[in-house]
C-alpha cells in the first residue's frame, strides 16, 4: 500500500488520498512532506514504515470463490500434466484453496503458502472435507509471509496465482520474491505468474452480481483508478450482501497492485535467473497482442514462403493455420449494430511460464 505509519507518533499517511486537513494534495510522496506536517517526528527518517496490504478477511474472503470461479484450474492442470514425472507444487497466495483442492490431485507434493487466516480457513475446511483422513499428506498449508518463508524442500513448480506477484507494490519486493522463488525451484523448475492488466483509462469500474443462495445474492463493485507515473492500479471494492432483495450488509476494502505488463514481467523475471518461454491470455480463451509478446515467446514456427501455397506448406510440415471458410461471417444487419470490437482496452490475465535457467 503508498500508506506509511510512523513509529515514532503513530501517524498514518496515504500518498493516494493526501492529506485534506493539511492541505496537502492526493499524489503527493512522503518524501514531499519532510519536515512540514508533524513536529514530532518531521515526517522522515526510518521510523516512516511502508503498511502491506490488508489481509483478505470479512465478505471479501467469504465470497472470493464466487467471483474467481473456475478461472485457470483446467490451465493450470494441463501444465502440471506435462510434467515429466509427478511434480511438487508451492503455491503462493494459496487462499481458500480454490487452484490448490483440483490441482493436488496432480502432485507428488502440493503446498499453499498464505498469510490471512480467514482464507486458510476456508481451504483447511475444503481439504479435510474432500481428502479426510488424507487432507494433510494431499495439501500442505503454511501462515507465513512469503518473503520471510521458509520452505523444507525444493520444488519443481511455483505458482503465483491470481496477480500474486502484484500485491507488492514496490520493486524491491518484487526482485526480493523472485530471488526466493529461485532459491526454492528445483534446477530446471518451472514458475507461473499470473498478472492482472486493468481496463483502458485513469478512472474505471466494474459490477458484479452472484446468487450464492436462493433467497441471497452478493453484488461487487469495483471502483479502479490507474498512475501510469506510479505505475500502481487502486481498487475501492465494495460488497454488497442482499436478502429477497433487501440490502443486508455492506462491506468495503481498499486495495493497491503493481501496474505491470508483460514486457515488464519477462524482464524482471529474466534479470533474476528465469527464461519465460510462453505467455497466454485469459487461460487460453483469447489471444496474447502481438505487440505484448517479447522476442521468442510463443513464436508460430515456420510460415509459408512467399510463393507457397497453403496446401503446400502443410504438406511440408510447416506451422500453418488452414483456411477456414466463413469463419468471419457476422455482418452488420438491420437492428444489429455494429460489429462487436475485441477491445485493446479490456481487462485480461496474462499467464507467464518460466523456467529456472
Known sequence: ?????????????????????????????????????????????????????????????????????????????????????????????????????????????????????????????????????????????AEEDVLAFRPPVAYTHVLCPDGFLQHFTRMEEHIALLRNIHRWLQAGGWIAVDLILPPGGAAWQMLERKRVQPHKLVRRQIDGATSLSRQIFHCAIAYETYVDGAMESRYLVEREYALMTPKEAVLLLAAEGFEVTRMIQNYGSSTPWRTALPPGVNERGSDPDAGEAIEEALAAGKTVRPYREHAWADGGYPLRGALPALSPDAPATMTLIARKK
Not at 518524501?31 to 508533524?38: G, N, S, V
Not at 501444465?79 to 507444487?89: D, F, M, T
Open 1 to 141: 500500500m503508498a500508506m506509511t505509519r510512523c513509529g515514532s507518533c503513530q501517524f498514518m499517511y496515504d500518498e493516494w488520498y493526501g492529506d485534506t486537513r493539511n492541505g496537502v494534495p492526493a499524489g503527493t510522496p512522503l518524501e514531499d512532506l519532510a519536515a512540514t506536517l508533524c513536529s514530532r517526528c518531521g515526517m522522515q527518517g526510518n521510523r516512516h514504515q511502508w503498511q502491506p496490504s490488508p489481509r483478505y478477511a470479512g465478505q471479501e474472503a467469504e465470497y472470493y470463490d464466487q467471483f474467481a470461479g473456475k478461472a485457470g484450474i483446467a490451465f493450470y492442470k494441463h501444465w502440471l500434466e506435462q510434467a515429466a514425472g509427478a511434480p511438487s507444487v508451492l503455491e503462493l497466495g494459496v487462499g481458500t484453496g480454490r487452484l490448490a483442492i483440483e490441482l493436488s490431485g496432480q502432485a507428488a507434493r502440493y503446498c499453499g503458502v498464505d498469510w490471512s487466516p480467514m482464507m486458510l480457513k476456508a481451504a483447511d475446511t475444503k481439504r479435510k472435507r474432500i481428502f479426510k483422513g488424507e487432507a494433510e499428506r494431499r495439501l500442505e498449508l
